[in-house]
Each structure stands twice: as C-alpha cells, then as structure tokens.
C-alpha cells in the first residue's frame, strides 16, 4: 500500500494511503480533541472540534474528515486553531443547559472535558437554552432523553442507523429548530427504540442516559424488612474493572462479589447459573421443534428458532417482523428466569417471604431495565425482577461506598444459585450461547462431546458480522435416531443491523437455517449499551479475550453438567419444559407498531 | 387498505421502492393531501424499508413538506429582504384581516393555511407570495383582496380537510 | 418609467432558433477542443463559487466511474436572486444544449435539472421543452436523458453536495470534502453540476467560439453575467452585463439618487457602503463580487431610508433558519450572531460585544463544514463594520 508523508506540528509521519489527519496524529501521540468523532461509527465532520491548520489554506480543515495528502503541513495547536476550537466549544456550551453539578454525567462528560481544557469562561454568549421550550422525556424505563444536553453531534443516530439499522432516532427539521427525534417526537418508550442502548453508550453529554436506579437499590439495602438478592450477569466481571479505574480486558468476579456483599446484598448470585438453565430449555426446546419440524411435520412449528435472551433483540423482533415471533425461543432469559425463581424457589429454600425479598440484577445492558418492567414478567406473583443495573451504575455505588475496588479480596458467589459453567460464562460473547447449546444439545442427541477441540466450537466465535456453523450428527441416541445424518445448521448475528441481514433471507427464504443466535450489541452483552464507556473494537476484543480466558479456566464447561441445575430439576423443576418450566422460565411475545 | 396506503403504493409503484424516490414520494402525498399524516409516513417507512423516524427527520427538514394538516390553499408569503422593504407586513395584515386567521393558522373551512416563507426568487416583484405552486406579485393589499375573494368564489366545496379539527 | 441608457448585453437572452446546428455542429468536435474552448473562453461558475467550467468538465472526464451524472442546479434560492428563474423559461433550449454537450465530454446518459420547490410552475412547460429536446437527441443519434428533480423547500440544497443528498432521499446535508463532485457527486458517482447561467453560456461559446466570450469582461472575469437588481431601484429585473464595472456606474444606472448601500451576491455575499462604490468593481477578483453561494448575480440596492440593522436581522434569520443545523458554527453561531445583535440594539450587551460576535463570525468563516456557514460572516461583518452606529443606536 502506498504511503502519504506529511507534517504534523513539524513532525515528519507516514500514513497508509487514505488514512486521515486525526489518524496520523494518533500515530505522534498528538491528541486531538473530537466531538461528534467515534471509532465505531462513520465520520460526520459536524461537531468541527477536531479542525486543524493546513499551512496554504485559509480555512480549518476538520482532522477526522480530511485524508492525508502528500507533503501536507498541519498545525494542531497554533493560535488559530485554539481559538476557532474554543469559539466552537463555547457555541456548543451555549446551546447546552450546563447544570454541570446537577448532571448524571458530571465528571464524565466530553464536553465539561472540553469546556474545562479550553477555559470557557462565564462572559460568553447568550444561553440560548433558556429561549427554548425543551421536555425530558423520561416515560423510558430504560433511558432519559434531554433534548437540552444535546450536541446534536449524531454520535446517537448514527449508532442506532449503523450498528443498529433501527433508525428509532433520526435528524429532525433544520436550522435552529434541528435535533435528533424520535418518530413523530414520540416518547422513546413508544416508538421502535429497542432500549440497547448503543447512543446512551455514545453519547458525549447528558442527553441520552439511562434511567438509573441507584438510590432505589440504596434504599432497599437499608430497609432491616428487606432481603436483597443480587444476580449479575456474564458480560458485568468481564468490564466493570474498566469503569473503576482498571485496564479493560481484567476478568475482576471474585472482586465483584467482594463488592456487592460490602455494598449490603444479601444473597450474592450469578446470573450464569440461570444461563445454564436456558440452554436445557432452550436447547430441549430446539430439539423439540425439530422433531415437530422433521418428524411430525407439523405446521405449527416453526424453524428455524432464534435466541430470546436479548431483550432489545426481542423488542426488535416485536416490532420488526411480528410475524416471525412464533420462531423465536419461548425461553425467558437467564435475568428473568432467575427472576422468577428467587421468588419462588430460593425463597422458600431461605425461608424468607418472596414479599420481602428485593430481586436485583447487574447487567451490561439498558434493555434488561425494560425487559423486567414488562408485565408478562410476573409469574412469580410478584415483579420477578425488581430493579435493574447496568455495569456502570455498580460502578458508581462502589465508588459511592468508598470501597477501594483494586485492593479487594476475591470471594466465591453464594450458593444455592451461584454455581455456573464455562458455557454461561461465554453467553456474555457472540456466538456464546449457541456455543454452549450446542455443547449441550449434542451431547443430549448422541452422548458424546461435541466434535470441536477442547469443546470451543471457533466458527461461531469472533466479530464477524454474521457467523455460520453447521454440524452434522452421526449415530444419535436411538430416541434421536430422526436426526441421524441431518446437518444442523446455525447462525450468529450480533448488532441489529447484522439481525436484519438474517432475518431478511429467513423471510425471502434464502437462509435454511435450523437455529440462529441473535445478540442486540455489537460484539454481544460485552459491547452492551450499559458497559463502561468508552466502547469500541479495541475494547470489545478484549473483553472477548477475558471471557473465554474465563471459559477455559472454568472446572464446568457445560451448562447440562452445572450440578445446581441439575439438582433444582430434581427438586424443583422436574424435567425440562414440564409444567412448572412453563409457568417460571417461559413466556410469550407481543406484535407492535413499525415505527 | 385505507386511501392513504394506496396513494403510497401508487407512488412507491411509480418511482421505484428506494431511498432515492423518498423525496418525490413525500412531494406526491403532500400533492393530494397537503400534509404529511403519521400513517402516510409508516407507510412509506415501509414501501421503502427505512425507519419512520428517518422518513419524519426527513421530511421535517423541508419546508414544503409539512408535517400537521394543512388547508387546500396554502398561502406562502415571502419574508426576505426585498419583500419586506416593499410591504409584506401589510400583506400578511390583509390576509389576517380577509381569512380571519394569524400567521400559521388555517380557516375553519379548512380552506386556507396563511404562512411565510423564505425567498422565492420574485425580490424584482415584491411582495410575492405563493398560493399552492402558483406565484402572485407586485402585491398590495388591495390586489390580495381580491386573489382571495376569486379564490372563494371558484371553490364552493365544503370543508376539505377532514383531518382538520 | 423609462430605462436608462444601459449598456446591456444580449446573449443569454438572444432568442435563437440554431439549436440542432449548434449541437450537431459541436458534438462532431472532440471532447478536448470543446473543453479547451470553454478554457480559453474563461468562463467561471456563475453560482458563486466561480470555479473554471472547462476545468470541471476535464476532471469529471478524466474521472471513473460505472455513470457518470450531468445535472443543472437550478435551486435558485440566494436572497435577490432570480435570473436562473427568468433563463428556465425563456432559453431553456440553451441550458439543454449545453448539459447534452456535457454529457457528450464527460460520458454520461442522464441528467437532471435540480428544481426547487419555488419554482413548481415550471415543471410543465420545462417538461414540454426536454421532450422535444429528446427527439432532437434521438434525431442525433445521442443518448441522453434529462429529468427534473424537484426541490421541496431548502435553501441548503443549493449547496451542490447537499444537493445531491437531497436527490438520493435524504435530508439536504452538505457532505465532508474531499472528495469532490467530480470525483464523487451523485451517487458517489463523477459528476459535473453547473448553475443554470453557466450553461447557457457555454451555447453561446459554442456558437459565437471562446474569444468572443472572452473578449467580454475584465482580467480574470470574462464573459457576462446576468444580475438581478432589486431593492431601492426604479427599474428592478434581470439584466446581462459586462463584468467590470464598477458599483459607482451601476448604482448611477441602477438606483435612486440615493442608495448608501449595495449588497453584492446575496445574504452570503458583501455589503458595499457608499463610500467604497468607486473602488469597488463587480467581477471575481477583489473579493467584493459574485463570491457567493448559491447564486452569484444577486444586486440588492439600499437607499438612505434602510435601516441597515433591520437588513442584517432579516439576513440572520435567514440563516437561521436555512442552516441545514449539522455543523456547529452555522447552526449555533448563526442563533448567536441574530440573538447578538438584538441584545446590542435593546442595550442588554455593550456595543463591544459587536467586537465578540465579528471574532465569533470570523471563526464562523473557517470552520464551518459548507459555503453557508463559511459566508455568514460575509453579509455580518461587512454591514457591522461599515455601519457599526446603525447595530447600537
């Protein structure tokens, strides 16, 4: 590839052909400041943040969308550019309610960041928030929209367009009265948005968080009536180390634990034991079908069966293509189905009245916040989950309570409900949990190990955007003789916008696929909307790395053989998919509007 | 199917099902109905497959792509520079005055919407305005009087615009 | 009112009957003498922008690509502007001539005349006049088709990269540059778009040859150039000049013994005060011209009776409005620039903080992502500095 030499601040560099100025100053260490710029999405150029001098041109040039030419001379720092940047962060404060004490994002926002840098001072321009009639829209259990924090740097719709191919938020109007909007200026909580929240994870300032619950959780930890019990999800120990001060990519569980018995949960549990418990009914439920598909022939069934652990994939799929909620598992996810056990099943085994326990959830995720407001999710009798946190809202009461997070001991989870595999561990990646059902389910069809090295089946592994694995069975089990010689074939999608590249050749017929994994995030729960921020590639590969460096040092590494399973289908459930499976781990689906 | 589905149809049949015909999708609903009604818009978010929001922000950004119901005689009066050196307050005044409306409104009827715009390429016959694609110049408020008062003799029909309350 | 002696020109607007041998004349030349013609003639953009035609024709020729587009921009929408408007409809053919010719250079099959919304009642007797024209190119035996694309109301989309944007369905956002439209315009595909204006001239330089054309004008302003004069004149219109003069002639020709300002090129383009009439000429060079976006040609006369305060608030809220809203300079600094000069009128700002905002439109000027935001600064500081009593009293 050719090389384009040019100068920065003096300095001789050499770039690839095509790379741009911002590219080339990362490659001197000089950093230039950036707005509406982010790794994961296409270049906008709209923020003008990130302009620098090109010597012979009279005007800035913005870094991010300019290519390196060959003998070009930048200045990144010279006294036009400090001023037009400060001009340019001013404009944004002024048209920005900058209640910086009162703002969820304190500390870290990118514009205080910037504002600070560049001393904005108080005698500048006119507040042009105040002339505006701006409304939060908070009707969301998932996330606040504050059109009066915004940027309208489009970091938002374009996560939603292009990781997400929903488009729930677009550019609205022009001039003055332009903002990002939702269909109609519809409450988010009423339009396609499906909660995964990509923009909340993107978004440089205040105006798109999510709803958190923190002081709720602090007042039910303080409330003697109450029991606490606190589950958290595969994707959570893999990450929250980041927001805590850590580099990413530390697998930080044992810490985690530590942290939350600190903070004042009572029971300590992992979502993972009930991912485990997803695959048997959701693995029994994929080899159900198939036998109604192949054997039966009947009508009614429906393949090929996608994943439902995923609520924003699921709110996708609701408004998206209602017609294909019959394939979609009727396995609840692992939060919910946890949900409904702690108030059912735990509780009685700790002899504590379900209407004192406060279920609580730690997840990477702003859909799970929806999913457990859902009404369907109540089949404990009570709301299954109660309360919601994304990884980053743990973060933040473990800095309220002063806990030195780096300087804590690791503690093992609790038990009952607290033991998992290496396979609900990898639900937190892409293409985790047809790993593990596929782990599970042919072993159950032939009695032996899948056919992978070291059971880690690597097609459906990694970042590509759609992944495909097929595996043919050979001799099954005689109860499973139907499936003799069939290739089961499979298929993994993470990002929406990957979701309906599938989901369109399922509908035109061109996919014949038998099961399909859908993952709302990019890169799976690891690049979920409540991760730390930042999020990117860089930061996902790593936090895959941890996961599987977490799989492969687990002593379980199938969810089939997690004994605490094992032993609440003695006790408890029975069989997979019996009648006390339908009432607590399943659950039904809801047709809406497309838009 | 309701008429609306149809007319989107009709138009996604006429110029193609891409992002490309959105602009002249919008132009040929508003062309029937004057405005462009939430259901108009789901349907061409799905004729075209792109999101609704995307089809909202869309028209949104055009000014002749109006988004709340409009009357069947759009009056658009030009507001630049030349227009207003040569009376256009007192054309809006007149207006007001003969439709017994303010400046964004439209008639009961649902007859005519009274609204300014920006340049319309007629500052040598100031004031201007435009009645649906129909220019008038060289206003003045007499002139206005009477383009109305021919408007309402011509058209006898009833109220227009049901989506109007 | 009787017209003054003017020296008008008469070559746009020359009813000619010669189409079909002008276009059967120049497509038997080869593609490098018809661009070098249009070098040699030096005829610039007349949008504004005023970059060389012959040189954009060559780029979009030298260009790959699997199409390649030619389209008129004819989204007139510069405050003061509308001679494209009155060369629609009366000298069409020419416009035609001259994209087909285009299409011929550069190796294209489709065109499109970009409309705006304005301009509805255009549609049907253009649409008449592209039919016999596709006769005429069937007749020829050139394949070539020209359609209208019609704006729905966005000054921005005059801007040719949002131009495009609003052609592919979506919101008229100007786009980042590089690349260029002849690299990368419509459909990310080569494309040359030219102003109505440039080309009907390049029929004439077809017809009549470069040195004719040439011979028109000044230094690095040749040929003519239709203005549309409005404001504070008695005999508003549209009229073809030659480049050169200087505003002292034009305001002696044009105004009404009392104009004591010129604003040249629109709500983007410069104020011009009385006292810098005479030094001041009409052409590309000096700055003090058609430098302008979207439609150069704009002449607005101001008489001692305007306030030139109210001029620069009807310019803001212009912008403001018109701001396509996705860049900060422009969408923020034009609401800043507005709300600023009200707040120096009413006396809730000092007059220094005039001092604050001509810095603010400066930084405006280089930062902005497209022409608007970049020529905002322009109209502002060329009324606030020349008339700087005006904004405080």
């Known amino acids: 590839m050719s090389k384009i030499n040019l100068t920065i601040d003096h300095i001789q560099v050499s770039v690839d052909k095509g790379a741009t100025i911002l590219e080339a100053a990362k490659k001197l260490n000089i950093k230039i400041p950036t707005l509406c710029y982010h790794e994961d999405l296409c270049v906008a150029g709209n923020c003008r943040v990130c302009v620098v001098e090109q010597m012979g041109s009279d005007r800035l040039v913005p870094s991010c969308a300019t290519p390196a030419s060959e003998g070009m001379e930048i200045l990144t720092n010279s006294l036009k550019v400090r001023n037009a940047r ?70 938002c719709v374009r996560s939603c367009d292009q990781l997400q191919n929903i488009g729930a938020l677009s550019v609205a109007y022009k001039g003055e009265k332009m903002k990002i909007a939702s269909f109609f200026e519809k409450p988010m909580y009423e339009v396609v948005c499906t909660n995964c929240g990509q923009c909340v994870n993107r978004c440089p300032t205040g105006a798109l968080i999510e709803r958190n619950y923190i002081d709720e959780v602090w007042s039910a930890i303080n409330n003697p009536q109450k029991h606490l019990v606190v589950q958290t999800a595969p994707a959570v120990r893999i990450a929250l180390g980041e927001a805590l001060g850590m580099e990413s990519g530390n697998i930080v569980t044992g810490r985690m634990v530590a942290a939350l018995r600190r903070l004042g949960f009572d029971s300590v549990l992992d979502t993972d034991f009930t991912a485990d418990l997803t695959i048997i009914e959701e693995g029994n439920e994929l080899l159900q079908r198939l036998k109604g598909a192949l054997v039966d022939k009947d009508p009614e069934v429906k393949l090929p069966m996608t994943t439902s652990c995923s609520p924003g994939w699921i709110k996708y799929i609701e408004h998206m293509y209602p017609q294909l909620l019959p394939n979609v598992s009727t396995a609840k996810s692992p939060q919910q189905m946890f949900g409904a056990l702690v108030k059912t099943y735990y509780a009685n085994k700790i002899k504590v009245d379900p209407e004192d326990i406060v279920s609580v959830s730690i997840m990477p995720c702003t859909a799970k916040k929806y999913e457990a407001n859902r009404p369907e999710m109540h089949s404990s009798g009570y709301k299954d989950v109660d309360l919601v946190l994304t990884t980053r809202e743990l973060a933040r009461m473990i800095e309220q309570a002063g806990i030195d997070f780096k300087a804590l001991e690791n503690e093992e989870f609790d038990s009952f409900m607290g033991v998992s595999s290496g396979a609900a561990v990898i639900f937190g990646a892409t293409g985790g949990v047809m790993e593990a059902a596929l782990r599970t389910a042919y072993e159950i069809v032939t009695g032996r190990e899948v056919p992978f090295d070291g059971l880690n089946i690597t097609p459906v592994r990694g970042m590509d955007e759609v992944k495909e694995a097929a595996i043919k069975i050979e001799n099954p089990l005689p109860e499973w003789s139907f499936l003799d010689g069939v290739e089961l074939k499979t298929c993994v999608a993470h990002g929406l916008a990957n979701a309906k590249k599938v989901m369109d050749s399922v509908v035109n017929g061109k996919a014949q696929y038998h099961f399909i994994e859908i993952m709302a995030c990019p890169g799976g729960c690891l690049g979920g909307g409540g991760q730390p921020i930042p999020t990117n590639m860089e930061i996902r590969k790593r936090r895959t790395e941890a996961i599987y460096r977490e799989d492969e040092g687990m002593p379980i590494r199938k969810s089939h053989e997690n004994p605490e399973v094992v032993k609440l289908y003695e006790e408890f459930l029975k069989k997979p998919l019996g009648h006390k499976s339908h009432e607590l781990l399943h659950t039904t689906y809801t047709p809406r509007n497309r838009y | 199917m309701s008429e609306i589905t149809n007319l989107v149809k009709s138009l996604a049949d006429k ?151 | 009112m009787a017209k003054k002696n003017l020296q008008r020109l008469d070559l746009i607007f020359k009813n000619e009957q010669d189409g079909e041998q002008i276009l059967t004349k120049t497509f038997k030349r080869s593609n490098q003498d018809i661009v070098n013609d249009l070098i040699i003639s030096g005829l610039k953009g007349r949008g504004g922008a005023g970059y060389p035609t012959g040189l954009k024709w060559k780029l979009a020729s030298e260009a790959e690509g699997d199409f390649k587009y030619v389209i008129c921009n004819a989204d007139e929408g510069e405050p003061g502007t509308f001679k494209d408007r009155e060369i629609l409809s009366q000298v069409p053919v020419k416009v035609l001539i001259g994209m087909a010719v285009c299409a011929k250079v550069i190796g294209a099959h489709e065109g499109y005349i970009y409309l705006r919304g304005e301009y509805k009642f255009l549609v049907e007797p253009l649409t008449e006049i592209i039919d016999d024209f596709h006769v005429l190119l069937n007749k020829i035996g050139f394949d070539f088709r020209v359609k209208i694309f019609l704006g729905s109301g966005a000054y921005i989309c005059g801007e040719e990269s949002a131009l495009f944007e609003s052609m592919e369905g979506h919101r008229g956002e100007p786009r980042n540059k590089p690349p260029f439209p002849t690299q990368a315009g419509y459909r990310k595909m080569p494309t040359v778009i030219n102003n109505v204006e440039t080309l009907a001239h390049t029929y004439s330089i077809f017809k009549y040859g470069p040195d004719k054309f040439k011979d028109l004008g000044v230094q690095d302003s040749r040929g003519s150039k239709v203005f549309s004069v409005s404001g504070d004149t008695p005999i508003p219109g549209i009229y073809e000049l030659e480049f050169g003069m200087s505003l002292q002639k034009f305001v002696e020709d044009f105004g009404d013994g009392d104009a004591k300002a010129v604003q040249v090129g629109g709500a983007s383009g410069f104020c011009v005060p009385r006292k810098k009439f005479e030094n001041t000429k009409i052409g590309y060079q000096g700055k003090l011209t058609g430098v302008s976006l979207p439609t150069g040609g704009s002449m607005m006369i101001f008489n001692s009776s305007r306030s030139m305060y109210n001029v620069l608030h009807n310019y803001l809220e212009f912008f403001v409005e018109e701001s396509c809203g996705q860049c900060t300079p422009c969408r923020v600094g034009t609401q800043q620039l507005l709300l600023g000069i009200e707040a120096v009128k009413k006396g809730e700002k000092s007059s220094e903080y005039l001092e604050k905002l001509l810095g603010l439109a400066e930084n405006m000027r280089v930062t902005a992502k497209c022409g608007l935001g970049q020529s905002v600064a322009n109209s502002f500081s060329s009324i606030v500095e020349n008339f700087k009593e005006e904004m405080i009293y």
């Open chain 1, 86 to 155: 400060k001009s340019v962060i001013e404009l944004l404060v002024s048209e920005h309610r900058a209640e910086c004490t009162r703002c969820y994002k304190n500390g870290v926002c990118e514009l205080q960041h910037l504002s600070s840098e560049y001393l904005i001072g108080e005698d500048g321009l006119i507040d042009l928030v105040a002339l505006k009639n701006y409304t939060i829209d908070y009707f969301s259990p998932s996330i606040i929209k504050d059109d009066s924090k915004c940027i309208r740097c489009q970091r």
């Open chain 2, 15 to 165: 110029h193609g099902r891409y992002q490309e015909s959105l602009l002249p999708i919008l132009q040929g609903v508003v062309e029937q109905h004057k405005y462009l009604s939430e259901e108009a818009m789901v349907e061409i978010a799905r004729e075209l497959d792109i999101s609704a929001a995307r089809v909202f922000g869309t028209a949104s950004f055009y000014s002749f792509l109006n988004t709340r119901p409009m009357g069947k005689y759009i009056i658009r009066v030009c507001k630049t520079i030349t227009c207003m050196m040569h009376g256009k307050n007192q054309i809006i005044q007149e207006l007001e005055k003969s439709l017994k409306i303010k400046l964004g409104e439209t008639t009961l009827d649902g007859k005519f919407t009274l609204l300014e715009t920006n340049c319309l390429g007629q500052c040598h016959k100031g004031p201007a305005m435009l009645i649906n694609d129909e220019p008038y110049t060289e206003l003045n408020p007499e002139k206005v009087r009477e383009i109305i008062q021919s408007i309402k003799l011509n058209d006898t029909s009833k109220t227009s615009n049901p989506d109007l309350n």
